[in-house]
């Protein structure tokens, strides 16, 4: 008889909010929101760093080294160019719009702990990174499109390995790099009618 008495007795402890178990469970409850705040914060924090770095660097690139000698602006070379040649303020957005987008992806990746798993897909991202960054000084300031377009080939080959590489880990973040590889094989094509202006 005790021990049915027991066991009614540890069910009303559980019960009732007003006991010692229920303040605790109170407590759990308040203390696990605080913390997913915290990690939200912390978070957002990351995603901000993440994105403003790349992004800053390419609007650093396109201040610094983004003229026009090496696009063809004198009037006999524009007189030549196809109907789809792109504006240079054209080609500054799209750079900076694919920073943002991988800067972004790489973030994705980051959170799901894909870094550290594969340490390839970081280095593939600095890859095009830096690939990417270079095509401007190099294309704008050097005029140099042979270079360019070996530089494109290469930032090409980096995002295709970005795209699979992210896409194992975080299948969204394999998909924010397709707009970065249409715009690496447009430079290509663009690069491609430099050298024949």
Known sequence: MDSQNVKQRTRDTVDEPNTIAGKNNSKNVRFRREKRVAMAQRGFRSLA????????????????????KGYGTSSSR?????????????????????????GLSAWLVWAEGGFHRNPTALYLYLTQLGLSLAWDPIVF???????GLLVCLATFGALVGCSRQFKVVNPIAGNLVMPCLARASFLA??????LFL
């Open 189 to 194: 094509f663009v690069n491609l009618k430099l």
């Open 78 to 102: 524009s007189l030549s160019k196809p109907f789809w040649f792109p504006p240079l303020w054209a080609l500054h957005m799209t750079c900076v719009t694919s920073s943002f987008l991988m």
């Open 141 to 147: 300031r050097m005029s140099a499109p042979w270079v």
């Open 49 to 68: 760093i993440a994105v403003a770095l790349p992004l800053s660097l390419a609007l650093c690139n396109v201040y610094f080294f983004g003229s026009t």
